[in-house]
């Protein structure tokens, strides 16, 4: 396990993915009953942008520092979350951040010194439970949850070759537990035949109401560089295809090379 997301905290692709998290969180609490937030992959939990990680790739500036910097209408909610929280948040701080009393937050990170801080971060807050253990696994030990409602992330770092085959078989477990569950899932956009793949696959898996949403940094033609990135949702909820538009096209305004290529797209994979 050679990824650490401190190295890439606040670039692009977290931008993206947190904007959508914190639609979603915002979209669970519209109804009343609690719901299990399950962070599959959750990294450190929040991250010093000034530090050496962050500084020596210094890929916020060309993210999250760019939206504090001027924040659009549409990500509005999303930035006034991080600028409130001190530290730049990652996922679990962003969810945990949004729980109403009665919800939880079960968050797995399987890098022993990340859990190590992710625990640290958490302290005994008794509406979340930290976990030492493979991500994938824990959607079949915590999926369905008694609340019958849960909202799940995916964000594995892909350094394995098989990680998207991993992925789709995580997103079939999911789906057989708990066939109402949200999930977001994040994939890099490097090349263009991985990402048909993984899309032609989600179109034949027999998962129903599947939407992916992308953002696109130029042509995906350079496997080694991150090109852009997607987010997987399963069960979208209401007016997620309404409100996405705006909020993908704020990231572009923002955070677009200018490079050919550039776009956001907002693809319906399977039907309901
Ligand atoms: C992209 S980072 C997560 C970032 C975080 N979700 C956020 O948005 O702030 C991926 C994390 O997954 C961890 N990881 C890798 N393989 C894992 C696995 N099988 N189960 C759980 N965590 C894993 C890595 O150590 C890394 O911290």
Not at 77 to 94: F, N
Not at 101 to 106: A, E, H, K, Q, Y
Not at 112 to 124: I, K, S, T, V, Y
Not at 190 to 195: G, Y
Request: with cysteine; proline share 8%; glycine share 6%.
């Amino acid at each position: 396990m050679n990824y650490r997301h401190a190295f890439h905290a606040g670039n692009a692709a977290d931008c993206l993915k947190h904007a959508i998290l914190v639609w979603l969180l915002r979209a669970m609490a519209r109804k009343e009953k609690p719901f299990l937030a399950l962070d599959t992959h959750a990294g450190i939990g929040t991250y010093d942008l000034t530090a050496t990680p962050a500084q020596r790739t210094n890929e916020a500036a060309a993210g999250i520092l760019r939206l504090l910097d001027d924040t659009p209408a549409p990500l509005a909610d999303y930035v006034t979350l991080v600028r409130s929280l001190g530290l730049y948040p990652g996922s679990p701080a962003i969810i945990r951040a949004l729980l109403r009393p009665s919800d939880r937050l079960i968050a797995c990170e399987l890098h022993p010194e990340d859990h190590a801080l992710l625990r640290r971060h958490f302290g005994r807050d008794g509406q979340t439970a930290i976990h030492l253990r493979d991500g994938y696994d824990a959607l079949a030990a915590f999926l369905p949850p008694p609340e019958r409602r849960a909202l799940v992330l995916i964000d594995p770092p892909y350094e394995r070759e098989d990680e998207a085959d991993r992925l789709l078989a995580a997103l079939h477990t999911a789906h057989r537990r708990a066939p109402s569950a949200v999930i977001a899932a994040w994939y890099p956009l490097k090349h263009r035949a991985p990402v048909r793949a993984l899309h032609d696959a989600l179109r034949g898996a027999g998962v129903p109401d599947i939407v992916a949403a992308e953002l696109h940094l130029r042509e995906p033609l350079d496997p080694t560089r991150l090109n852009g990135s997607g987010l997987i949702l399963v069960n979208p909820p209401f007016r997620f295809e309404t409100d996405l538009p705006a909020i993908l096209a704020a990231l572009l305004d923002r955070l677009g090379t200018g490079e050919p290529g550039q776009a956001t797209a907002l693809i319906r994979l399977a039907d309901e």
